[in-house]
């Protein structure tokens, strides 16, 4: 079973910025789709960014022109830059990886935490 492990969250005031790591915990063949999703406390886990490895993004719209996603294909690592936080941007944030530009696939990260607060 392929585990990814994240890594870079923590707490950030308001218009602050944070980058999110992910890589897998052992070496595997190349993940085509991987990304970023998220949860807040009582919604649903929602698509943050996803990157494949050619390049073609999908970005939810609340994030756009915010964050950044981008991967290092030879190491499956992926990483999302974080600018101008808002505190509605506070959620768990999960690694994804195996799926498509819309869905989620089987390899999840187990959360790092993102609080956005003054």
């Known amino acids: 079973q392929v585990q990814l492990v994240e890594s870079g969250g923590g707490l950030v005031q308001p218009g602050g910025s944070l980058r999110l790591s992910c890589a897998p915990s052992?070496?595997?063949?190349?993940?085509?789709?991987m990304g970023w999703y998220r949860q807040a406390p009582g919604k649903q886990r929602e698509l943050v960014a996803v990157m494949t490895s050619g390049g073609t993004t999908n970005y939810a719209d609340s994030v756009k022109g915010r964050f950044t996603i981008s991967r290092d294909n030879a190491k499956n690592t992926v990483y999302l830059q974080m600018n101008s936080l808002k505190p509605e941007d506070t959620a768990v944030y999960y690694c994804n990886g195996g799926g498509t530009t819309w869905s989620a696939g089987t390899y999840w990260g187990q959360g790092t935490q993102v609080t956005v607060s003054s």
């Open positions: 052992r070496n595997i063949f190349n993940i085509y789709v």
